[in-house]
């Protein structure tokens, strides 16, 4: 089993460090302490590929209770985007066509015509669901 730092697992996993010790705390990744050259350190080990904590994953629920579907802006002006991921530790979307925002509007009344193409067309390449 791989160990990394907390650090790491924190950057692997797309989790806050605070998450990461949290999940270690109730028992969803295991840490141990090892020496290390200051002292000693906690050291994760990696969970198995698709792992999730319980936080992310009833937030995953969520979103697919929604639509991946969100304005860019708070004026809801232009395309509206696929969200890909929303960031670690606050709302900053990154969409599937690159655009990176700095929070998201809800797009659940928009037209097919209001989103942006190159999302689309990244959404059917990787048969996400786009309806």
Known sequence: ME??????????????QADIRESIRNGELKAIREPSPT????????????WENGFKSSLRDLAQSMTPWWWSNAQNTGFVHYVQDLGIEEIEPLYLCG???????????????????????IARERDLPHA
């Open 39 to 50: 002292g000693r350190r906690w050291m994760v080990e990696m969970p198995e590929e698709g």
């Open 99 to 121: 655009l990176k925002g700095d929070n998201v509007w809800d797009a659940t009344d928009h037209t097919p015509e209001q989103r942006c193409p190159e999302c689309v067309a």
């Open 3 to 16: 160990r990394v730092t907390i650090q790491e697992a924190s950057r692997r996993l797309n989790l806050s």
